[in-house]
Every structure is written in C-alpha cells, then in structure tokens.
Antibody, heavy 123, light 107 residues
Framework: QVTLKESGPVLVKPTETLTLTCTVS??????????VSWIRQPPGKALEWLAH???????TYSSSLKTRLTISKDTSKSQVILTMTNMDPVDTGTYFC???????????????WGQGTLVTVSS | DIQMTQSPSSLSASVGDRVSITCRAS??????LGWYQQKPGKAPKRLIY???SLQSGVPSRFSGSGSGTEFTLTISSLQPEDFATYYC?????????FGQGTKLEIK
C-alpha cells in the first residue's frame, strides 16, 4: 500500500526557513521509476507545483521560487525534504507531497498524494 | 513556463447533468495532461492521466479527451459526490503547471 505523509511546523515566523518532510511507504525512493514532488495550495486558491526530486537525485524547481527552495531526500528513512527560505505570510497554505512513476508519458504523474500539512506564516 | 487556462472557473449544475470543463495550454503538450478532483480539506485525487486514461477505481462517467493544446474533462451524469473543485495539470515540461481550477456547485 502506497502512502505519503507530510510533517513539519504548523507555524513559522516571517523570514524564517521552513523545513517539511514527506515520509513515504509502499515504494522505494531508490527505485529508478519513482520520484516525488511538492505542491502547495494557499487557502481558497489553486494548486501550485514547487519542486521534484528524481530517483537519481536530480532536482527541478518552480521558476518563481527556485532561489528559495531546496529539495533533498534521505533514502534510508524513506523521506523527501523540502526547505523554503525567507518565509512570508503569502506562503501560508497547505503543502502536499505526491508521487510520480516513470515513464510519465504512459503513467502520468501524482497518482498518490499525502494528506497535506497546513503551514501558517505569522509573527 | 507553459500556462494552463481552465474554464469555466465555476459551474452550477444539477444531479444527472452532463458537464464539461476545458483546459487550454499555451503551447503543445502532446497528451501530457491530468485531471484531479479536490474536495474541501482533502488532497487532490487523480481522475484522468495521459489526457484520456481513466484512473483505476474512478467511475466511468468521468472521461477525458484532447491533445496538443486543448483538453476536456466530461462528467456524463453528475452524482452528488461529484460536486468538488477540478484541476488540470500539464506535465509535458518543467515547471509543471496547474489550471486555476473549476468549482462545480449544485444548482
């Protein structure tokens, strides 16, 4: 059974760095076909893709946020970590992680999602 | 970045109605498009991938069509549990981009 679960702080202050963890089970982050993305959603607004990490440790980021984001993984713990620097109240929202199985041309993306974690940025 | 324009932004319909939602890509994305359903307080759920492939377990009243720049999600006969927000997503190239969403409400 494939599951993903996000964890991290509920509240962060402006200018602080956010660190979120996505713990996966039911598949391996070392499997060449597997990758994980982070996606966020401000309250009442649309989904926004943030970053993706491939099984070979390759990474790709949102154009508008790439200077603030770092995605990494700890395969021994089955975890994907996202850090976002210089947090601002506009970064308030629910943060999701989701799985991708290659090849995307036949498998699509984001077949499994975590439940999401709500992060509020406020002083 | 590829822009995804989704329409309408909201839609009011009745149980049993047939409804369609459209997404247009700013450039060709082959069939690299998915449709997702989201209910309040929940994670999105994949309905359609590769533009027209039905996710396992999703009712057959949902269907997807299109390729290139224009795509459609159709629900053939609305059921009460279908009232939700729907998003398209292009994954042809990074950065991946979502449509703005369509909120489907009960008339």
């Amino acid at each position: 059974q494939v599951t993903l679960k996000e964890s991290g702080p509920v509240l962060v202050k402006p200018t602080e760095t956010l660190t979120l963890t996505c713990t996966v089970s039911g598949f391996s982050l070392t499997n060449a076909a597997m990758g994980v993305s982070w996606i966020r959603q401000p309250p009442g607004k649309a989904l926004e893709w943030l970053a993706h990490i491939f099984s070979n440790d390759g990474k790709t980021y949102s154009s508008s946020l790439k200077t603030r984001l770092t995605i990494s993984k700890d395969t021994s713990k089955s975890q994907v970590i996202l850090t976002m620097t210089n947090m601002d109240p506009v970064d308030t929202g629910t943060y999701f992680c989701a799985r991708t199985q290659l090849p995307t041309a036949t498998m699509g993306v984001f077949d499994y999602w975590g439940q999401g974690t709500l992060v509020t940025v406020s002083s | 970045d590829i822009q995804m324009t989704q329409s309408p932004s909201s839609l009011s319909a009745s149980v049993g109605d047939r409804v369609s939602i459209t997404c247009r890509a700013s450039q060709g994305i082959r069939s690299d498009l998915g449709w997702y359903q989201q209910k309040p307080g929940k994670a999105p759920k994949r309905l359609i991938y590769v533009a027209s492939s039905l996710q396992s377990g999703v009712p057959s009243r949902f269907s997807g069509s299109g390729s290139g720049t224009e795509f459609t999600l159709t629900i053939s006969s609305l059921q009460p549990e279908d009232f939700a927000t729907y998003y398209c997503l292009q994954y042809n190239s990074y950065p991946y981009t979502f449509g703005q969403g369509t909120k489907l409400e009960i008339k």
